[in-house]
C-alpha cells in the first residue's frame, strides 16, 4: 500500500495510455503505481467513458497524488461538483494487478445512462482499439 499519497483510479481519458491535451497536462509528472480494477459497470458516452457502481470489473490505471488538495484539478476537468455536476467523487477499493488491495479516488458518472453503451470488459482503452480495428 502506498503511504502518505493520495492514489486516483483513472479509467477513461485520463489514462496514461490515453491521454492527449488537458488530461495529459493534469496528469503530467504523476507518478503512475500499474493497472488495477475497481467494482462498477463501464458505459461509452461517444467521447469519453462514464463509469457507475454495478457487479462488474472496470480496468485502469492508479496514479499517486501529493495531496487531497490537487484533486480540485481534477474535480474540474471531471465536472465534479455544483448542482449539474457530471461526476461524483468517491474513494472506493482498487485490486492492483499483483494482487493487492488499496483505497483510490473514482470518479462516477452522475446522470442518468439511457443512451449509453455498456463497454464489454470494463475496459475503455481496449474497447476503443477493438472499435478502431473493426471499422478499417
Known amino acids: 500500500m502506498v ?40 458505459y461509452d458516452l461517444g467521447r469519453y467513458p462514464a463509469m457507475v457502481p454495478g457487479a ?40 492492483q494487478a499483483d494482487g493487492g488491495g488499496v483505497m483510490a479516488w473514482v470518479y462516477l458518472y452522475a446522470r442518468p445512462l439511457a443512451a449509453a453503451r455498456l463497454i464489454p470488459g470494463g475496459d475503455y482503452a481496449a474497447d476503443r482499439q477493438a472499435r478502431r480495428q473493426s471499422a478499417d
Request: include cysteine.
Open 3 to 42: 503511504h502518505a499519497s493520495v492514489l486516483l483510479f483513472v479509467y477513461g481519458t485520463l489514462r496514461p495510455t490515453l491521454a492527449r491535451g488537458e488530461p495529459a497536462r493534469l496528469i503530467a509528472g504523476l507518478p503512475h503505481r500499474g493497472t488495477a480494477t475497481v467494482r462498477g459497470l463501464l
Open 56 to 95: 462488474g470489473t472496470v480496468r485502469g490505471d492508479l496514479l499517486e497524488i501529493g495531496s487531497i488538495e490537487q484533486l480540485a484539478a481534477f474535480d474540474a476537468y471531471e465536472e465534479c461538483g455544483g448542482l449539474q455536476s457530471l461526476y461524483v467523487r468517491k474513494r472506493l477499493p482498487a485490486v
